[in-house]
DNA sequence: GTTAATGCAAAACATTTGCATGATA
DNA sequence: TATCATGCAAATGTTTTGCATTAAC
């Protein structure tokens, strides 16, 4: 179970699992796909863990961004997003279509970076250890929607 | 010249070039490799004018990214970065490779997303319009000083 | 003379930090 | 009991806004 991997890696380094880290836990991983924004997450969290504060949030995210537990990541509208990653080996070719007009976040798989980042480290030796990649546009409703 | 295809685009929407808006033209062309920020930018601008608020450089900068002559990113470091939209097909396929270590900034340019934004359109209906992408990792520099 | 643009200061916003208190191993 | 974690409030840093004034067409 995901959530008993990262306790172990969470004591792991001597981080302890207390009720507002695991409220935060819960929240990522019940809304894995949703890439939810501190204040987002710090709402939801609050329903399982009413006396929860910000800065505790924001504290816990920063540990699991270093935990490699989850993943931060924005579209320059002023705020992070978090998503926790759920390993295996797709995480990597995990990129994001994002909706100009209404704010739609999607998700898509591909694997094509890696020739380019092969290339890359040979024409540059610039090493690479990961990317962002966000492509921007209409999704398919708001196409619908300004077709007609 | 570059100045005066945006001079003709102001005045297209009956937006004006004022010697503010002038400067921080001049600083963000002479500076067109150099990702500045908007602090960095205005900085430069008191040089060539030097009464510019940061709110008119705030301001300006947003205007001419609204008329597509600036291209604005960030690198999760809490700050935005502007580049000037030198204009041509290659501008589209030009990345930004960012260095963990040190914060070099270089830039990468590849057609390969092509194929990707294609196959996007096809599964899922989603209408790329733009992207983003970056490679985060060692320069070159850096590998071989923590190689030593 | 209209309208757009500016400078300044204040406000807004997301995020971080200090510090005393509380909880956990 | 030693250490880690929390809550709150204050501080930070970037960006935006209000408003009276100034400059451009």
Redesign the pocket.
Known sequence: MLKDRVKAKLEEE????????SAVLDVLIANADDHL???EIYMHTKKL?S??????V???L?LLEKLGIVHRFDYGD???RYEIKLGGEEEHYHHHLICKQCGYIGEFHSDLLEAIEQRIEEESGFQVTDHCLRFFGLCAQCRKKSST
Chains 1, 2 share one sequence.
């Open positions: 001597s981080y302890r699992l207390t009720p507002q880290r924004s501190a204040e863990h006396e929860i504060g910000l800065a505790t924001y504290r816990n920063e002023g705020q992070s």
